[in-house]
């Protein structure tokens, strides 16, 4: 996405995600190992040990902000997106 093209009201909350150092942090392949050997229930991205755990739990927050405003039953939505 190209900061340029954001609207008034996405450009506040977006740009600060956009532009963190932090989202580019890790390698594909430091993902991927991680996802692999992953062990724990749920998601590898809200173990506290993935390397794109802060990114995952935003990610996760939004989404489930996008499904509340567009009415989505987030038990249905996750259990058919699992």
């Not at 150092?21 to 062990?39: G, H, K, N, R, Y």
């Not at 809200?46 to 009415?71: N, V």
Request: charged share 30%.
């Amino acid at each position: 996405m190209d900061a340029l093209q954001l609207t008034p009201l996405e450009r506040p909350l977006l740009w600060p995600v956009l532009t963190r150092p932090s989202l580019a942090a890790f390698e594909v392949s430091t993902e991927d190992l991680f996802d692999i050997q992953f062990e724990g229930d749920g998601e590898p991205g809200d173990d506290p040990k993935a390397p794109y755990h802060r990114e995952h739990q935003w990610a996760s927050r939004l989404e489930r902000m996008c499904a509340a405003e567009l009415g989505v039953d987030w038990g249905k939505y996750e259990t058919n997106t699992m």
